[in-house]
């Protein structure tokens, strides 16, 4: 299974389209806030995906909750913006928080710098910002073999 994990739209619709349109095998779009607004848009434009989104620290007005859990193939996956967790002074309250739901993978947004790691059973990947001329957006796979993720540049 291919998930499309965006973050950080910042209002730019048209570059969230391309990410969706350059991956066609994604099944699932993943999007971790400062952009619900374009997520919920594009939700009726590709109808046949399933969305999963939170809201950012720039969602204001936003009903979204600030985190989420899906199992996908039998990895559990915990997403957030990652505002709330404090990601931009490092990683652990974050990190903390999906092992607490004993996640499979982390998903974070916010610091709009791209990021894959492995930790002790955890994989964990910011997509960076889909805004802008350095635009990055993740894929994460999801395979009998085991799970991967990739940073691609975006535009």
Known sequence: MRILVVSDTHGDRMALQR????????EV????????GEAEKMKLDFPEKM???????????????????AVFCG?????????????????Y?????????????LLFGHTHEPLTEYED????MNPGSLNGSGATYGILDITPAGIVTNIVKGN
């Open 19 to 26: 990410a969706i349109l350059s991956q066609p095998k994604a």
């Open 29 to 36: 779009v993943i999007h971790l806030g400062d952009g619900a």
């Open 51 to 69: 969305f999963l989104t939170v809201r950012g620290n720039c969602d204001w007005g936003s009903t979204l909750p600030t985190e989420g859990t």
């Open 75 to 91: 990895k559990n996956i915990f997403y957030t913006h990652g505002y709330t967790y404090n990601v931009k002074f490092g990683m």
């Open 93 to 105: 309250e974050a990190v903390s928080a999906a092992r607490g739901q004993k996640a499979d993978v």
């Open 121 to 124: 059973g955890l994989y964990i």
